[in-house]
């Protein structure tokens, strides 16, 4: 016995294999990627401290993603490869964010249109924080291999939408860190009834401008986190110059 | 060639014409006894293309370990580069330093940088201390057959080790073994006069900062009697590279720091040039 074949247009086939994605993405917890004054803020509600939504791709670029854990997960092993071999046969400074982001449009688009494998149900985030503010970049990348070059923000998952309002209202891109990661917190406690989430629920990791090290990219342990959250002690104030 | 004083009955049958009857004793001995002749100019062999890095030191220390190194770089007998750096952190826990084929050392331990940043990276979580000394030992094993062609790299491998809460050592062969050293160990053309030098005043209580004078003061004695390593160029104010390894990570001693220990080693050798004294 033969299946009976049907015409299927390309524009409800892709309209069906986006419904899928979004489906298997709309399940998951959110991610969010900000700007803070001394770089790049990730942070994610993950009950897991080992399976990661937040990772190190190189010196100054990172990578945070929803969705289905195999899935991503080979796309952070296949960025980091990819970033490595750069860097190693050509240098460091030639491996870029941009570079990175449009390899990953690449493979998800592609993934997306092959007709005999199911679209990817993932969603990333590749940014990179620049020497000075103004070259920081963060690139969101969906399912379907687009590619959107975000100025402040990119938040992604489940309820993107409710927790993207709730930092939108009073989000700056130099925002000293307690506050950017009380406000992220805030905004993903959205996706949580409201309630404030613990440290324990959260997985938070920065890349600073600042940090004395090539590698920019610093994960946060639960009491790292508690530490970034308390404002540092205002600097002692300044005796006004005396007028010359 | 034959090294029969003799000639062969089929070169007695068909003599060379041109070469092989000569009343020179001098080609005759070239032909056939060429170790007997007074050593001429060597054959250049394939390593004498490469400059050359010399010597390492390397301590442990009450609170870790110190690596350091000469900056010079050899090609023959003629200085290559005066201020080479032949002592690196392989990661945020661990130095490398290597003597040798300078290039080639010096794209293994950028080989090995990333190594184990690859590692750290995809595993999220670092290789243990072993880890890294035995992927190293894989490498350098991987390298044999450049070195069979004089093209020999070897390197000092010093890390902490978190889990035992130490500073730890590893010396390698040109075969790829790996060895834990305790206490202090050098490589390279003056490791043996480094050796020597840390042997008598090496103490495993050093501080840090008493690991740091140890390594100059053996890199100090090596340059004294060893043609390839450079000693402190203080007209061009070059110093050795040093590396401190601690519980907080590694950290590369600043300049300013090493050009006042070498001072005061210079000028503790303007008293006494053979360095300080042992007592017996």
Redesign the interface.
């Known amino acids: 016995m033969t299946q009976p074949m049907f015409y299927v247009s390309p524009e409800q086939q892709v309209k069906d294999r986006a419904d899928f994605a979004r489906a298997g993405i709309a399940r998951g917890r959110s991610a969010l990627v900000a700007r803070y004054a001394g770089g790049i803020l990730f942070a994610a509600e993950n009950r897991s401290q080992?399976l990661?939504k937040v990772?190190?791709?190189y010196d100054r670029i990172g990578f945070a993603a929803v969705g289905r854990y195999n899935e991503f997960d080979n796309l952070r092993?296949a960025g980091?490869?990819y970033a490595?071999v750069r860097?190693?046969s050509y240098d460091r400074r030639d491996v870029t964010g941009r570079m990175l982001a449009n390899a990953y449009a690449q493979v998800l688009g592609t993934i997306f249109s092959a007709v005999t494998e199911k679209p990817y149900e993932v969603e990333l985030c590749v940014a990179e924080v620049g020497e000075t503010p103004d070259k920081d970049q963060i690139f969101h990348l969906t399912f379907d291999g687009s590619v959107a070059d975000e100025a402040g923000f990119c938040v992604m998952g489940g309820s993107a939408e409710s927790v993207a309002a709730a930092l939108g209202e009073d989000f700056a891109p130099d925002l000293p860190l307690h506050q950017a990661l009380g406000r992220a917190i805030a905004a993903l406690s959205a996706d949580n009834g409201g309630e404030d989430l613990g440290t324990d629920a959260l997985e938070v990791a920065v890349l600073e401008r600042d940090r004395p090290?090539a590698?920019k990219f610093r994960r946060l342990t639960a009491a790292d986190i508690a530490a970034a959250l308390t404002p540092p002690a205002a600097p002692a104030r300044r005796r006004p110059r005396a007028k010359q | 060639m034959t090294t029969d004083l003799f000639p062969s009955p089929r070169d007695a049958v068909a003599p060379d014409p041109w070469g092989a009857r000569t009343s020179s004793f001098t080609e005759f001995l070239a032909r056939h006894r060429p170790s007997l002749l007074p050593a001429g100019p060597s054959a250049v062999t394939a390593a004498d293309l490469a400059p050359t890095g010399t010597t390492i030191v390397a301590l442990t220390t009450a609170d870790g370990a110190v690596m350091a190194g000469d900056r010079r770089a050899t090609a023959g007998s003629a200085i290559a580069q005066r201020d080479i750096q032949k002592v690196y952190a392989a990661d945020?826990y661990s130095t490398i330093g290597i003597a040798g084929s300078a290039g080639l050392a010096i794209d293994l331990v950028?080989?090995f940088r990333?190594e184990l940043?690859?590692y750290e990276?995809?595993e999220?979580a670092p290789l243990s201390l072993d880890g890294k000394a035995n992927r190293l030992g894989a490498m350098i094993r991987g390298h044999l057959g450049l070195a069979l062609q004089g093209f020999v790299v070897l390197p000092l491998f010093a890390g902490w080790d978190i889990d035992c809460g130490k500073g730890r050592l590893f010396s390698y062969d040109a075969t790829g073994g790996c060895y834990e050293e305790t206490g202090y160990d050098a490589i390279g053309s003056g490791a043996v006069f480094a050796k020597g030098a840390l042997k008598k005043f090496y103490r495993p209580d050093f501080t840090t900062a008493k690991g740091v004078t140890a390594c100059v003061q053996a890199l100090f004695d090596a340059a004294d009697d060893d043609a390839a390593t450079g000693g402190p160029d203080l007209a061009r104010q070059i110093f050795p590279v040093v590396y401190s390894i601690t519980a907080a990570g590694v950290c590369r001693v600043a300049e300013e720091e090493i050009a006042k220990v070498t001072n005061q080693v210079v000028a503790s050798r303007q008293r006494r040039p053979d360095g300080p004294e042992a007592k017996l």
Do not use: F, T
């Open positions: 080992s990661h990772a190190e791709l092993i980091i490869r490595d860097g190693y090290r590698r | 945020d950028k080989l990333v940043e690859h990276k995809i999220g």
